[in-house]
């Protein structure tokens, strides 16, 4: 199998050099050219143009600006793309990566979309996630090769909607966090606790999170909401304590309020004994 990158700064250059060093046969083209000509001695044949690397490869990695600049280099091809498959791992919104696709497949190409979740360091690590979307036979025939650049990496879907969604995901996972602990401050500053007391105190709570993951793990996917240990009414009870002291004290309340709101909603329909996060199924059925 025959592989391209096309565009190496500083990822483009960690992706070649991770599939150079597992003994791939890599084309590489960069528009400056001389980040190219670093990779003859690594052993990549180098490529005077895009449709240079494109014509003798069969999966073309893009890793350059963005989308944007990815459709350009696309439309600028002379080269027929039928029967290969382009991977961009530039970024970019949805729409443009809407257009990559309906480029590539305009011109009968396979296509497959790359969301990388590393520094170039991380090139080439177990740990390391590239999400991808594409068809589930690129996905058959290719993600070896993803998975080679980043030992967790996984196909999420088959359209760009689906990284962005997981990319929204779980982006609010990590700023609910955050907000959480903004909102925390705030009450206990209002009630004259020192920062510093917040702050070394906050590690304690942070190891419970892990156990909400694990429940969360355990029932959303499962949707077995039954058998809870702490029952939904009894985080609706404790999170009205919350909301009273938030307002007692005058801190901003509205997310505790949106907690406490969509909890009691859940309650007053039935969810009462269920786990907490039987509030996926309520939220999506309102
Ligand atoms: N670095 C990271 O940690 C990281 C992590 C995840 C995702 N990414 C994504 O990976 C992509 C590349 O990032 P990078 O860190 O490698 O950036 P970089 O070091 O700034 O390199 C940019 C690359 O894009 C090329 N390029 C820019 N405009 C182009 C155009 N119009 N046509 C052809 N090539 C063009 C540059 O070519 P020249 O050398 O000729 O300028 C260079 O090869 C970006 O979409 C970035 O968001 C990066």
Known sequence: MKLAVLGLGNMGSALAHCLLKAGHDVSVWNRTSEKAEVFAEAGATICSSPDDAVAVSDFVIICIKGHKETVELVNGLSV????????????????????????????????????????????????????TVGSAGTWDRYGSIIKELGGKSARVGEKPAALAALFAGLFTVRQGFMFGMIYGALVCQKAGIPMQVYADQLPATIKLVNDYHD?????????????AEASLKVYALAQEDALKTFQSVNAPAEFIRLMHDRTRAAWNEGYGDKQLTSLVQHMADT
């Open 215 to 227: 429940l969360f793990a355990r029932t959303v996917p499962t949707e077995d909401y039954d058998n």
């Open 80 to 131: 027929a793309l039928k029967g290969k498959t382009i991977c961009d791992m530039s970024t970019g919104d949805t729409s443009d990566a809407d257009r990559v696709v309906a480029i590539l497949e305009r011109q009968g190409a396979g296509y497959m979309l790359g969301m990388i979740n590393a520094y170039p360091s991380g090139i080439g690590g177990d740990e390391t996630t590239i999400l």
